[in-house]
C-alpha cells in the first residue's frame, strides 16, 4: 500500500483509497466484478428482449384484430390480445425485480 499524492489537492493518500479524504476527489473508481457484470448485461439484454417480444406480439394481435370477421371474434381477439399482454407485463415485472436485485446486490463497494 503505497501513497500517492491526489492530482487535485496534492494531499498524500494511499494508494487503495477510493477518495481523497481532503478534498473528496475520487482517486480510484471502483469496478464491477465478473458476476456484477454478467448480470448488468442480462438485466440490458432481458429488457431489450422483452420489449420486442411486447412490440411484436402486440403488433401481431393488432392484425389479427382487424382481420377477424365477426363481432365476437374481434372480442375475442381483443380480450386475447389483452390477457397476452398482461401475461408479458407480469413476466417483465418479475424478471426486472429478480434481475434487478442481483445487479444491486453485486454494485461495487466503496468502503
Known sequence: ???????ECS??????AHKCMKCGRVINKPTRGVFGKL???????FNVLMLIWLVSGMSAASKHVETAASD???AGATIGTA????????????????????????RPKTS
Open 72 to 74: 365476437a371474434e374481434k
Open 39 to 45: 448480470f448488468k448485461w442480462s438485466f440490458i439484454g
Open 83 to 106: 390477457l397476452g399482454a398482461g401475461v408479458i407485463v407480469g413476466i417483465w415485472v418479475a424478471g426486472d425485480i429478480i434481475l434487478g436485485m442481483l445487479v444491486l446486490f453485486t
Open 11 to 16: 494531499t498524500e493518500v494511499s494508494s487503495s
Open 1 to 7: 500500500m503505497a501513497l500517492i499524492r491526489c492530482p
